[in-house]
Structure formats: C-alpha cells, structure tokens
C-alpha cells in the first residue's frame, strides 16, 4: 500500500457461507474479525466455525458484537462474554455500532458505555469501537463535539470507502487516529464465495501480534485521583516508572478516578519502541509509535511536553501521527 506500514485482514459472519481459511491465510489475509453475536439473543451461526478455522490457519483473530441500543446493554455484553471464549492471544473484541434504533445520542452514548465496562471488567482489555463517519457523527456525539472521553481508552475501527487508491479514511469528528480501517465491502479473497470486507490494520504485522497479547500488568494498589494530580505527580509520589503508570492507566486523570499503581521497580526502564545509539550518549531518543498511542500521552511517558514533542518532530499536524512512525523525544 504505497510503503506504508499496513497489515491486511478482513471482517466476517455467517453471510460469507463456507469459508476455506488456509486459502485465506495463503492469500496473505493476516487477521480476521469474525461476528459473534447480535443484540441479546443472535448467534452468529458461522461464529464456531469461523473462530476455530482462522486459529487453525494461524491467522490472528478478534470477535465482535453486533449492538443493538434498544436492547439491554448488559444482557448483550454477557452474551457475548459467554458466546465469544477469548483468549490471551486473541485481538480485542470490537463492538460494532451501526444502528441508533431511533434513539437520542445521549442514550446510546450511555448504552456504550455499559456495554464496553462490562466486557472490559471482564476481560481486562478495552474493546475496539467499529462504526462509520455518519454514523459517529450523527448518534455518537457529545454537546461539546466529538466523542466521550471514555473513548480515549479504545482503538478505532473505522468503515470508510474511498476507492483502491486512499492511503487514509476520513476521520469524524472528534477522533484524531484510527488503528483499523474498513476499506471496502466487496473485497474478493481467495477461500471465500463472494464479496468479502477488506480491512488494514495500521501498523506492521510485528506491532498487529503486540496488539494480540495481553498485557501482563501486576496491580499493588489503587489510589483516588485528586484535583491537580497528574500522571507524572502520581508516579513521583509512589515512586513508580511513569512508563509503567502509563500503561496501567491509558485513561485520562481526572478527580476520583482510580489510578492503578503497578508494581515495579522504582527505576525509570527504557520504554517498549524506544531506542538509543550506545556509540552515543548525546544521541537522541527516539521511539516507535504503538497502537493506541497519543502525542499527549507520549510527552507524559517521557516527561517532556506536547509543544517540545511537536517541535522535534516538525509536526506539522500532530494529529496525524502514525503506528509504526518513529518519534524523537527530545
């Protein structure tokens, strides 16, 4: 794709009949999402089948929900949890929003929510967000514009045609990356009968099996955020890597939240993606960016500042940063 570091799966459910998955896997598909269940009470009557045939293909696999908002949120996300049987290795499971059912934004925003805590609590992992443009636009908006802060913890699966030449989707309103794009509906993959969805994962095949493993993070304790904390005051405080309380806390900090504080040692260890030239103390830093990555949450782990980061980099927009792009950290 143009030298770009994307890696190509594709998206499935019982409409794709009989799917011959080492054809796929040969074809050179490296992931497939595959539909689980829909609202409270759909099997996906595919999903078995499907699961077990990609694991066996060794391509890497997620499951996803089909969400009804007029359905109970919860009810939804336990039969889902209890249809779709993840492992450590699998991707994350995705929720994917396609209907409003007619209700307000502020409903189904709220409904969200339910959903994706519930399957998180359970699970340990933030689920990835699917939907469209128009859809995000329309009925996952807030008052202020954009999306909640809430889904700053969750990678986005975007749907968005373009055409064979697009080398990036079109964004909503609100959402500064993407980490899978769904780039058209009538893709042909060897090993399957007719139309197939196409998608890329934004990023290499090597960060696409990172994003598979579930992080191993040992909690000690949790501390209540106050007014005026931070995550590097929070680290200073505990005596704890701000790298490590970054990855143990990818939300946003804010009064009363619940700040896990890992357990480790309290050393400053050379984060995941980052390098150093050992010909040279003076040499700069440099890190890879990885899934789920933010300039702002990379100048915390680093310690430095938003403006300092986009200075060094000559950014000239900061909100197009890419999986797989090497930063310097000045």
Known sequence: MNGL???????????QGRIDWTAVKAAGVQ??????????????????SNWSGAQAAGLLRGAYHFFRPIQDPQKQAEFFLKTAVLSGSDLPPALDLEVSDNLKSATIIQRVEIWVQAVEAQIGRPPVIYSGVSFLN??????????PLWTRD?????????GPTATQPNMPMGWNQWAFWQHSASGKVSGINGNVDLDWFNGAPEQLQALARKP????????TAQAGDSLPSIASKFNRSLAALVE?????????????IPVAAPVEPQSPGTDTDPGSGSAPRTYVIQPGDTLSAIAARFNTTLAALIQANSLADPNLIQIGQRLIIP
Not at 154 to 162: E, F, K, P, V
């Open 138 to 147: 329309d009925f996952f908006t807030t008052p202020a514009g954009g999306p």
């Open 216 to 223: 191993d993070i040992a909690v000690g304790q949790v501390y």
């Open 31 to 48: 992931f497939a999402y595959i539909k689980a269940t829909d609202g409270g009470s759909f099997l996906d009557p595919s999903f078995a």
């Open 5 to 15: 570091a994307y890696t190509p799966g594709i998206d499935v459910s019982h409409w």
């Open 154 to 162: 969750h990678l986005l699966w975007i749907a968005n045609y373009l």
């Open 248 to 260: 143990a806390n990818p939300q946003l900090v804010q009064p009363g939240a619940a700040i896990n």
